[in-house]
């Protein structure tokens, strides 16, 4: 599989070495604006091959270069500075918009995955510049923040992570939330599993943990990194490889729970054709109102920067 990242910053540096870790691709291709950094980030991964499970060519090149991926990466974006993601719109919007249309006008026709910040939105974007159908443009969404909220609810259990099924909806940012009707502890509603196994804990610090866990890492070392980079090649690996898997992924709303054309997350099944089919959750009348708050937070940023 040949993999295309836009971005070579820490985001795209992890989905690179990741990738090649997992040996879920062969060709992996950086593009970034700063061309010695995309060279850089090429030329480390390539160290390690002897570790990876097979040879991955590593290299750099031009937009019109991404044209033979199978599937590129959007990480661009910089959290530097700012406190918001939705920020970022104003700031990478034009210059996202540019690229894409460059790629795809260069002859690419396989799989947009965005994970640059608020991927969302970027998404949404990704795909009106496209033109690409909705299967083949996906956003990271709140992928990562549902493993972060895992992460968070099996120390506070003291529970393997992968017993908890966790779920987070709204945007990737700080509309997001819980959506504790739908947590779950291996086959036990979460609910239930509490009144066997008693805990003392508020679900709104769990919530207030999760959505800000981000900014924590990055006070302390200026980025994330490792929960990003391994969340999309589960993404990658579950395309490549046609696993049929479910992932909270971003993608178009289209009347599921009342919303309407703009990305946000919910249960799909990642197959070879990209999104093959996206799932709704029965959700209480709480969270059906949060999640059209982060719907109208989304248009609303959409609406100011058009």
């Known amino acids: 599989?040949?993999?295309?990242?836009?971005?070579a910053g820490a985001v795209g540096f992890a989905v690179g070495y990741t990738a090649a870790r997992m040996g879920i691709a062969s060709d992996i291709k950086y593009n970034d604006i700063d061309e010695?950094?995309?060279k850089a980030q090429a030329m480390d991964i390539?160290?390690?091959s002897s570790f990876y499970p097979h040879y991955v060519k590593m290299s750099w090149g031009s937009y019109k270069d991404m044209a033979d991926r199978d599937i590129i990466v959007t990480a661009t974006g910089s959290l530097d500075g700012i406190s918001d993601r939705l920020e970022e719109y104003e700031m990478f919007k034009d210059a996202t918009e540019a690229y894409v249309k460059e790629i795809v006008e260069a002859g690419f026709d396989g799989i947009f995955i965005v994970v640059g910040n608020p991927c969302d939105l970027m998404a949404d974007l990704v795909y009106r510049a496209s033109g690409f159908p909705k299967e083949r443009v996906i956003g990271s969404g709140t992928a990562l923040d549902t493993t972060r909220l895992n992460t968070t609810l099996c120390k506070l259990l003291e529970i393997d992570p992968a017993d908890v099924r966790g779920v987070v909806l709204g945007e990737h940012g700080e509309s997001q939330f819980?959506?504790?009707?739908n947590v779950f502890v291996n086959n036990l509603e979460f609910n239930e599993y509490l009144k066997q196994?008693?805990?003392?804990f508020s679900r709104d610090d769990v919530e207030n943990l999760?959505?800000?866990?981000?900014?924590?890492?990055?006070d302390g070392k200026g980025h994330t990194q490792c929960g990003i980079g391994n969340t999309v090649c589960s993404m990658i690996d579950a395309?490549?490889?046609d696993r049929k898997k479910v992932i909270?992924?971003?993608?178009?709303m289209e009347g599921m729970y009342g919303l309407d054309d703009i990305y946000l997350s919910t249960p799909c099944v990642l197959g070879k054709n990209g999104m093959e089919k996206a799932i709704e959750l029965k959700l209480t009348e709480e969270e059906l109102k949060r999640l059209k708050h982060s719907e109208k937070v989304l248009k609303a940023n959409r609406e100011k920067y058009k």
Not at 1 to 7: A, H, P, S, T
Not at 197 to 200: C, K, R, T
Not at 248 to 252: E, I, R
């Open 46 to 48: 390539e160290d390690a």
């Open 248 to 252: 909270l992924v971003a993608t178009l």
């Open 239 to 241: 395309i490549v490889n």
């Open 197 to 200: 196994n008693p805990a003392s």
């Open 1 to 7: 599989m040949k993999l295309g990242i836009i971005g």
């Open 178 to 181: 819980v959506a504790w009707s």
């Open 36 to 38: 010695g950094k995309a």
């Open 210 to 218: 999760v959505r800000e866990r981000a900014w924590r890492v990055i």
